[in-house]
């Protein structure tokens, strides 16, 4: 544990160095950026609501998944930025009941971000943003919902938004490192199914991801 901590120290202290360095090359009013980020994530748990056919309400968990994320953005002044996001999250269902479920969840998102930077001439430079947008969801595998298994792959469009908090550290004149926390959700993506008693509609009601991740910026 005490290696593990003096190894994340020693990184932290790496960039601090590098970034108070490269900071003052960095502070352009406005201009192009392009970024890459890649993140473990955390799927909260959720209700799934199926109509149809059958009718039934089944709690619904999640594995430990991935978000990667690719952005390219327009700074507006030294403090205001534009962003167009789009990317990749997966996670699969557990399998709480040992029923069956054997499913995955696949989501493209498309996102129009706000994002607000304090840049003072701080060594390490505070972000926070918000977006908006659509998100493409890809519900593949086998559920049991009651007694009714659903089998195939589905898919829907459904309403976006996220928020975002992070800090980037300067690694040269036109790159930047950062570290991140974003919560990502989706309203309503519905998903149609199969089943021996008809066709059933499965409502996720409400999706929710949290990561902390890391990614990297080139300022043009």
Request: without cysteine; glycine residues 12%.
């Amino acid at each position: 544990m005490r290696t593990r901590l003096f190894a994340v120290a020693t990184i932290l202290a790496g960039l601090f160095l590098v970034s108070s360095t490269a900071r003052a090359q960095i502070e352009t009013e406005t201009g192009w950026y392009l970024t890459g980020d890649a993140a473990p994530a955390w799927h909260e748990g959720l209700n799934s609501q199926a109509s149809g056919a059958i009718a039934a309400i089944q709690r619904k968990s999640f594995k430990s998944g991935v978000r990667l994320s690719a952005i390219a953005g327009y700074r507006y002044n030294t403090w205001i930025a534009g962003e167009l996001e789009t990317g990749f999250l997966y996670h699969g269902v557990w399998d709480n009941d040992r029923t069956g479920d054997a499913a995955d969840l696949f989501r493209i998102p498309f996102m129009i971000n706000v994002v607000a930077t304090w840049r003072d001439d701080r060594i390490v430079t505070p972000y926070a943003g918000v977006g908006i947008g659509a998100m493409a969801n890809i519900l593949n595998g086998t559920l049991d919902i009651g007694a009714t298994r659903l089998s195939g792959t589905s898919f829907d469009l459904a309403l976006a938004y996220q928020g975002f908090v992070g800090l980037k550290f300067a690694l040269g004149e036109h790159s930047e490192f950062n570290v991140n926390y974003k919560v990502v959700g989706s309203l309503g993506p519905e998903y149609s199914f199969g089943s021996p008693a008809g066709n059933v509609k499965l409502n996720f009601v409400k999706t929710l991801t949290h990561s902390f991740g890391f990614g990297w910026s080139y300022n043009f």
